[in-house]
């Protein structure tokens, strides 16, 4: 079983139903021994950083999602999921994150773009990942965020998405991948990322 | 790069397609869950649901819908009509919706906004504008109890201020011709508000809104092509993404209202119901024409 973690952000239920589509058991929960009871792990989310951190402390999440991916538990972050890996966000004042990678959580700049960045745009992939099998480089995924993740160690990063110049749109290291996109809003293609990912669950 | 988004609109009553996708082997044309899917199949970008149920007790029916959708469809969503209480949001966040847009309830309490973005994240927020020329004939609009709010000042329209602007093509490739003003209008068009449309953009954007959904009243249902000059203006003021919506009815309309009207995306109903074009052949066209479209 693929556990989703549920933290009171976002949109879960679209994760759990896109996972349901491809026939991957994966469920929402809310409790640290069912994240350590489970083969895999997705951590979804949208909305603010701070928030997240805070809900994922209060519930007492923080540890058990550290100490899986630790054990090299299949990991799956998608969008805030990906953000809260990272050491720090500058979201509104500086906000401790996870650690898992070092590095920062940054906004766009305020230069004539839009933001949130929001709608479809492309993935260049530059590695690949085992739940990628099958999605052809520079294919379109559905995007909303206003922050981006700037990796310290540019070796975690396994795609890369043009907005204003280019950022990292996807990370992937041993166990842990992690997208800003939404697989889940993804149509076709987004749901071959999740099967992908049940995939490597079932192998690991 | 950021694809230019194409959005068909659905309107549901009671759980049900209104003036749905037309002359298609649909099981059941009125079925919500059947026409997502063939917009789905077709590569819309995202899809809205806009609930004109008019009784307050089948309210809770578009959740359902929602539901249903969310089983089967997977791009984003976003409902809009009725919504009146952060409850109302959450409901639909947690039944499968990820957007949720907000227009009289933002007009009768604009700090609606900040709380519904500071609890749900602002990428879900969106606030529809419901837009129309000002004519010089507004006698029976109200707005005067925002003179009263230090905040909301800046917004207000003050109508000897402004002449009577004659309605006319609104093509203008080239920019907005001066003393252009635009009103918005609640309770689907119903009423009319002394506020100017661009700086409410403005002022719902400060507030938290994640999004724009414009629509022209002088425009809609017309097929006459959206209003170019409100949808500039609007998307000139503000930073965060604007949909046009409101009188498209070729494909050429599309092209002006992302390139002329600087729009991000285009919502359209009757081009798309009534088969008159597809959405991969609205993409095609614009591909053609040099606009970024997911294909």
Redesign the interface.
């Known amino acids: 079983m693929i556990a989703i973690v549920d933290y009171g952000?976002?949109?879960l239920?679209?994760v759990e139903?896109?996972f349901l589509?491809v026939g991957v058991d994966a469920r929402v929960v809310s409790d640290r021994i069912s994240i350590e009871d489970a083969r895999g792990v997705v951590l979804p989310g949208?909305?603010?950083f701070r928030d997240c951190i805070r809900n994922l402390t209060d519930a007492d999440l923080t540890d058990a999602i550290i100490k899986s991916i630790r054990e090299g538990k299949p990991f799956l972050g998608i969008c805030l999921g990906l953000q809260v890996l990272f050491s720090e966000s500058e979201e509104f004042g500086v906000c401790r994150g996870l650690d898992v990678f070092r590095g920062r959580v940054v906004r766009f700049p305020?230069s004539?773009?839009?933001?949130?960045?929001?709608?479809?745009?492309?993935v260049k992939i530059g590695r690949r990942p085992p739940a990628f099998n099958g999605i052809p480089d520079q294919s379109?995924f559905?995007?909303?965020?206003?922050f981006y993740v700037a990796p310290e160690d540019m070796d975690i990063v396994a795609g890369t998405t043009?907005?204003g110049s280019e950022f990292t749109s996807m990370v992937w290291k041993d166990n842990v991948l992690a997208t800003q996109f939404h697989p889940?809003?993804?149509?076709e293609l987004?749901?071959k990322i999740l099967k992908g990912f049940g995939e490597f669950v079932k192998k690991a | 790069?950021?694809?230019?988004?194409i959005i068909p609109c659905l309107d549901v009553k009671d759980g049900r397609v209104v003036k749905g996708v037309s002359f298609v082997n649909l099981r059941d044309a009125g079925d919500p869950v059947e026409n997502a899917k063939f917009y789905?199949e077709q590569?819309a970008?995202e899809l809205i649901f806009l609930d004109i149920t008019a009784s307050h007790e089948k309210r809770k029916i578009i959740i359902d819908v929602v539901?249903k959708t969310?089983?089967?469809v997977?791009?984003?969503l976003t409902v809009g009509g009725g919504i009146k209480s952060l409850d109302d949001i959450r409901d639909l966040?947690?039944?499968?919706?990820?957007k949720v847009s907000v227009n009289t309830t933002a007009v009768k309490d604009p700090f609606f906004i900040s709380r519904a973005a500071e609890r749900?994240?602002?990428?879900?927020i969106v606030v529809a504008i419901d837009a129309k020329r000002v004519s010089g004939n507004m006698s029976d609009a109200t707005g005067e109890e925002w003179f009263g709010n230090p905040s909301l000042k800046d917004v207000c329209l003050k109508l000897p201020q402004h002449p009577p602007i004659p309605p006319s093509p609104p093509f203008a490739k080239g920019g907005i011709r001066g003393g252009l003003v635009w009103a918005i209008s609640t309770h689907g068009g119903r009423r009319m508000k002394l506020i100017d449309a661009v700086k409410w953009a403005r002022k719902m954007e400060e507030l938290g809104a994640?999004?724009i959904m414009l629509t022209s009243m002088d425009m809609d249902g017309t097929k006459d092509g959206y209003d170019i000059e409100l949808t500039k203006a609007v998307s000139e003021a503000v930073?965060?993404?604007v949909i046009a919506s409101g009188g498209a009815g070729t494909l050429e309309h599309l092209y002006e209202g992302l390139v002329y009207g600087k729009a991000?995306?285009a919502l359209a109903a009757s081009i798309f119901h009534f088969r008159e074009y597809t959405v991969r052949e609205a993409k095609e066209y614009l591909r053609a024409k040099g606009v970024a479209v997911?294909l």
């Open positions: 952000m976002g949109n239920r679209s139903k896109g589509k949208v909305g603010a305020e004539g773009l839009k933001v949130p960045h929001m709608g479809w745009n492309t379109y559905y995007f909303v965020h206003s043009e907005y889940e809003k993804s149509q987004g749901l | 790069m950021l694809a230019k988004r789905d590569g970008d539901e969310a089983n089967d997977f791009m984003p966040l947690r039944a499968g919706c990820d749900f994240g602002s990428q879900c994640g999004e930073s965060i993404p991000d995306a997911r």
